[in-house]
């Protein structure tokens, strides 16, 4: 099996940025601004966490990084909760990024397994 080089390279990392490009999108006329960046910054902690991560230079700190990333992927799903029981998304748009929310967490845990 073939090192990974970059963590471009990574499905959780791509999974991560699909994520939150979702939220941005689905966000975008949302005025209630602290909420918005709020669960915007979460998503971006999930991508960041697993790029700063793998640049870290060592496993622990990688497993580290990748635990907040997870964590993080965790917030966002919470905040989708109040997104949806306060009227900022539709059910559809909710199920759509709960469900990419979840994908990170079990891509991250799986490779955490490894």
């Given at each position: ?17 699909e994520l939150t490009k979702a ?44 635990y907040s990333a997870k964590g ?28 990419l929310a979840e994908e990170c ?10």
């Amino acid at each position: 099996m073939a090192t990974i080089q970059r963590f471009e390279d990574l499905l959780m990392f791509t999974k991560a940025r699909e994520l939150t490009k979702a939220v941005y999108q689905a966000l975008v006329a949302c005025k209630d601004y602290g909420f918005r960046d709020q669960i915007q910054r979460a998503s971006v902690s999930v991508v960041s966490n697993i790029a700063e991560g793998f640049e870290s230079g060592t496993k622990q700190e990688f497993l580290n990084y990748l635990y907040s990333a997870k964590g993080s992927a965790g917030e966002v799903r919470a905040q989708l909760y109040v997104a949806l029981d306060v009227g900022y998304v539709s059910a559809e748009t909710f199920k759509h990024l709960k469900q990419l929310a979840e994908e990170c967490s079990r891509f991250i845990m799986s490779f955490t397994k490894k």
